[in-house]
């Protein structure tokens, strides 16, 4: 029965983060290419983030953008293989340092630039109901 409730929950907040519009950049964290390890002076700023961690509901939305028309299906793969883990360094040293918010990842498919970088965002929970509740009136 917890399985089915966490599954439903799970799907509800698939379609929440879709419609966060009150997204507030937070940081960049870049990577050399071909690199899964972002620089040692960026861990600075992950502290920072813990540090200021907010009591507001809402979540920390890591993005990360790679190209749309890879060169070989080998590329497209490798591509996104580093794209995940590339977040999950983020959010492997956030998760360590027990950060207190949901985090969520996406990678986008989409991109005309070769961007090495997280986006690193927070979504209000708070602001975005507020503002889907009134595009819906």
Known sequence: MKAIISIICLLFAGSAIAQCE???????????????????????????????????????????????HPKSDDARKYNMWLAKRRIDRIKEYLTHAHYPAPIISR???????????????????????????????
């Open 22 to 68: 009150q997204n507030i950049h937070i940081t960049d964290i870049p990577y050399a290419k071909n690199s899964s390890y972002f620089p040692s002076q960026y861990t600075k700023q992950l502290d920072k983030l813990i540090e200021n961690a907010s009591d507001n509901p809402g979540y920390l939305v890591l993005e990360f953008q790679i190209l749309k």
């Open 107 to 137: 990678i986008l498919t989409a991109s005309n630039k070769d961007i090495r970088y997280v986006s690193i965002s927070w979504c209000d929970a708070i602001q975005s109901s507020a503002a889907i509740t009134n595009k819906n009136i």
